[in-house]
């Protein structure tokens, strides 16, 4: 198992090193937290000019669930991903948010982009609490659990590109969100600093229980993070494959690499 | 490092003397080679005034086409002894600082309204684009016959030269501010004045002191121009005076006065950049 060498400081550890997680325990813990909540997508179309991009795409996320959205590029994932965080408008359907659709409050969802888009006359404090009203307190803590904490008074320009990720992520997280919606955030790092990322995020995940949406063109990266992975095809949904596996995901096991290659062979389909 | 161990060792080893002194040398070479970037670029204007100095001196110029730089010094020196160099300077410092004041001031407004809301940009823009092309010198007539000959009329000419550089890239700046930062500035709850104040004014910052940078050496050019019109002190009327009654010691006191307070002038505007952009690396 591949050990995050960046000092994290979460409540976890409540279960010990030796408890296996399976996911659905992650799943109910996250239900009866205070965070994480249900996300229902019903006949949501989208097109833009003549061109068809999602085509009636309907999902049921349970509430506090980590849920991958796969595909080739351009098939739509990330414009499904922008009108859950309501930066585009639908064209038709309805996407309903929360207990009974009761929709939840502008704070409770936060979204984390392909670029960090950190704000460069600020410093890295500043702007993990771009729009927490109430002091640096609580910003300082997140960044210190993203391992940041000595880099508070930096410039964004000083940080490297993985930092600065991290820095959104502790952006992100600083408002104790309820829906963390992810649009290929690690697309534009290396590959080491992208497995240090995705597992600060899957052990941020676990002991928050925030609902993650996580948009990847990397199919490794779905498998390693999420419960549910959703292949985006033709502008509809054309899988959808539960990961059973234990938490913390273990790289290099038979099953994961088997899911692994049955989600590939689904993606990379001769398209019609 | 040797260590002799024969009855006639030296008290310093030879081998510690010679890293003694390579390293004097070494000292020597670093404080030359960290002085150097602050020397260099004097060393063209330096030369420049050691040939005319020497060419005054071996005869070759004329002191009535150009007096030597010594000539020049002591026409300095008798000017602020007796006190007029002072209000001249003084005169000419108030013309130019209010005529920013008011030019800068009016374009920082004026880019900011345009730039911001695209239909003041419709309203107004093609009407200051075709004001912006009208030179200063052919403004004159229509200025004396506005403001008559007093101070007003100067500092029109002034504001309305300063005004377009600073309009410009501020409008400039406002327009060119990253849509993705502002996307997520809004996702975070940012809007209109914080969204303001946090994302578009420090993004349009960068341009805005260019055109303040630009503006600030502009305002010495023009300030020439408008002490043409009937001064009663300024260092363009002493300047003025001067070629009058062919003192040209005096006339290069002027000239120089204009080109020590444009230097200075772009010395604050690089003192403000690095003040307000210290974010950012390009700047340091």
């Known amino acids: 198992m591949l050990l995050a060498p960046i000092a994290i400081d979460t409540e976890l550890n409540l279960h010990g090193p030796a408890a296996r997680d399976d996911v659905r325990a992650d799943a109910r813990r996250g239900a009866s937290a205070r965070q994480g909540v249900a996300v229902s997508v019903r006949g949501l179309r989208k097109s833009y000019g003549a061109r068809r991009v999602l085509d009636d795409i309907g999902l049921e996320l349970a509430p506090g669930e980590f849920v991958a959205v796969i595909g080739r590029s351009g098939c739509g994932k990330s414009t499904l991903l922008r009108t859950l965080a309501r930066l585009e408008t639908p064209d038709g359907g309805a996407i309903a948010v929360g207990a009974a659709g009761a929709g939840i409050a502008h704070d409770d969802l936060r979204i984390m982009f392909q670029e960090a888009r950190l704000l460069p006359w600020k410093t890295v404090l500043e702007n993990v609490a771009l729009g927490l009203s109430h002091g640096l307190h609580a910003a300082a803590a997140a960044l210190s659990t993203v391992g940041l904490g000595e880099r508070a008074d930096d410039w964004p320009a000083a940080l490297s590109g993985g930092q600065r990720q991290r ?106 | 490092m040797g260590s002799a161990t024969t009855s006639a060792a030296p008290l310093v080893s030879p081998s510690s003397a010679a890293a003694v002194r390579h390293t004097a040398r070494h000292n020597v070479r670093d404080a030359a080679r960290a002085a150097l970037p602050l020397l260099l670029p004097w060393l063209l204007p330096v030369a420049l005034v050691l040939a005319w100095e020497l060419s005054s001196r071996l005869g070759w110029l004329s002191s009535r086409i150009l007096p030597a730089p010594w000539a020049v010094a002591q026409a300095f020196w008798n000017l602020a002894e007796s006190g007029e160099l002072w209000i001249h300077l003084r005169t000419s410092l108030w013309r130019a600082l209010t005529g920013f004041a008011i030019g800068a001031g009016a374009g920082l407004a004026l880019g900011l309204l345009t730039g911001s809301f695209r239909r003041a940009e419709t309203l107004l823009d093609t009407t200051l684009q075709m004001v912006r092309n009208i030179p200063a010198l052919a403004l004159i007539p229509l200025v004396i016959l506005w ?116 230097k200075l002038a772009d010395l604050l505007s690089r003192a403000l950049e690095k003040h307000f952009l210290r974010w950012n690396p390009a700047y340091r």
């Not at chain 2, 000419?157 to 327009?175: E, Q």
């Not at chain 2, 500035?185 to 104040?197: D, E, T, V």
């Open chain 2, 147 to 262: 403001f008559g000959i007093d101070e007003t009329a100067k500092l029109f000419l002034l504001a309305v030269g300063v005004f377009f550089p600073v309009y410009l890239n501020t409008f400039h700046g406002i327009r060119s501010t990253d849509p993705a930062l502002v996307e997520m500035a809004r996702s975070y709850g940012l809007s209109g004045w914080p969204l303001y104040r946090d994302v578009v004014l420090p993004a349009a910052l960068p341009s805005i002191l260019v055109g303040v940078r630009f503006s600030l050496g502009l305002v010495w050019v023009l300030l020439i121009v408008a002490e043409t019109i009937s001064a009663q002190a300024g260092i363009g009327y002493m300047t003025m005076n001067a070629r009058e009654f062919l003192q040209t010691d005096v006339v290069l006191v002027g000239i120089l006065l204009y080109a020590l307070l444009g």
């Open chain 1, 167 to 272: 820095v959104a992520l502790a952006r992100a997280l600083v408002h104790e969100p309820r829906l963390l919606l992810l649009d290929e955030p690690l697309g534009a790092l290396d590959a080491l600093t992208r497995i240090e990322m995705q597992q600060l995020i899957e052990s941020l995940w676990r002991a928050r229980g925030f609902t993650a949406v996580l948009v990847t063109h990397d199919v490794q990266e779905a498998v390693a993070l999420a419960d549910r992975v959703i292949l985006i095809e033709d502008g509809v949904v054309g899988a959808d494959v539960r990961i059973d596996l234990p938490r913390p995901r273990v790289r290099g096991s038979a099953a994961f690499a088997a899911l692994e290659q049955q989600l590939l062979a689904h993606v990379l389909k001769p398209q019609r």
